[in-house]
């Protein structure tokens, strides 16, 4: 078997990163720079040395907590009130404002790749692809639904079923507002949300809940759909006043294979303070919305 066979078929390597390897003479045969795509022998050592590449952002001094990292991942607690990235509306105090910080504070360098996304008030685990493969790897994951994405949401109302699906399509019914919604029939992107009711109290409840389609707003959407929105939410109807200051919905654990040797993996967190401390008014009955 071909070198470059071999490392499309044991790293997963993809054919632009091995066009890219192959030109910058980054992979090696015994510690010499290769040739070409030739046939290694029993005992040969081949070596690929992922291209360095980093990120421009202006650093910030931004909370950054990681719950797992190694030379090809970096995931971390999210807080809320922070984008993912700069956008028009937010060019900065962003995450990634706060992981070019990170990288100087840590001695390391690396382009950052975000292989998944969390809404600006949503908290919990965010992937970071530390190098190309990396992110391809974890990307074809969640397309495949070999990586599993579980929240925990609280909700106002109690369903009256413990466990259910939601299958519906979400899209944008005004391109010029930043809300989505359930469209009818034929109409918006295919999307899949599993809930699992953990507890029930006073008008509200505790979900587990699985991503099967990652859509933005999926869960809230969906939730909100079915009369049951998001507490905090006021975007999808539920405004909770004085409860909590944003939508309680947590990514609270990852379940996927390393993307380099494809070990398992589980990663989790816990709930942050604003929502524990949510979860717990209303369980105690100290807030209600009567």
């Keep these: 078997m071909g070198i470059r066979r071999?490392?499309?078929k044991r790293l997963d390597f993809s054919s632009r990163l091995?066009?890219?390897l192959k030109a910058e003479h980054r992979v090696?045969?015994?510690?010499?720079?290769?040739?070409?795509?030739?046939?290694p022998r029993a005992g040969?050592?081949?070596?690929?040395?992922?291209?360095?590449?980093t990120s421009h952002f202006p650093p910030e001094d931004i909370p950054i907590r990681p719950v797992f990292e190694d030379d090809d991942l970096l995931i971390i607690d999210k807080p809320a009130g922070y984008t993912v990235h700069p956008t028009k509306g937010h060019p900065d105090h962003t995450i990634a404002n706060g992981l070019m910080k990170y990288m100087a504070d840590t001695n390391q360098t690396f382009k950052i790749r975000f292989a998944n996304r969390l809404d600006m008030d949503t908290t919990g685990l965010l992937i970071v692809a530390k190098n190309s493969h990396a992110q391809d790897e974890i990307v074809r994951q969640m397309d495949g639904n070999i990586l599993k994405k579980y929240y925990r949401a609280l909700v106002v109302g109690e369903p009256a079923e413990d466990r259910f699906t939601i299958d519906l399509p979400i899209g944008m019914p005004d391109p010029e507002k930043v809300g989505r919604a359930v469209m009818p029939e034929g109409q918006g992107r295919p999307s899949v949300t599993h809930v699992l009711v953990e507890e029930r109290f006073h008008g509200f409840s505790l979900c587990r809940i699985r991503l099967e389609t990652g859509r933005t707003h999926q869960?809230?959407?969906h939730l909100s759909h079915l009369g049951f929105p998001i507490a905090g939410d006021p975007l999808y109807g539920g405004d909770c006043p004085g409860l909590i200051g944003r939508q309680a919905l947590h990514a609270a654990r990852l379940e996927f294979r390393h993307p380099a040797d494809g070990r398992p993996m589980c990663v989790s967190c816990p709930l942050p303070r604003d929502m524990a401390d949510a979860v717990n008014r209303v369980k105690t009955g100290a807030y209600s919305l009567d």
């Design 28 to 39: 090696f045969l015994n510690g010499e720079p290769l040739q070409g795509w030739m046939t």
């Design 18 to 20: 091995l066009a890219r």
């Design 44 to 53: 040969d050592v081949i070596t690929a040395v992922l291209p360095v590449e």
């Design 219 to 221: 869960i809230r959407v």
């Design 6 to 8: 071999l490392l499309k």
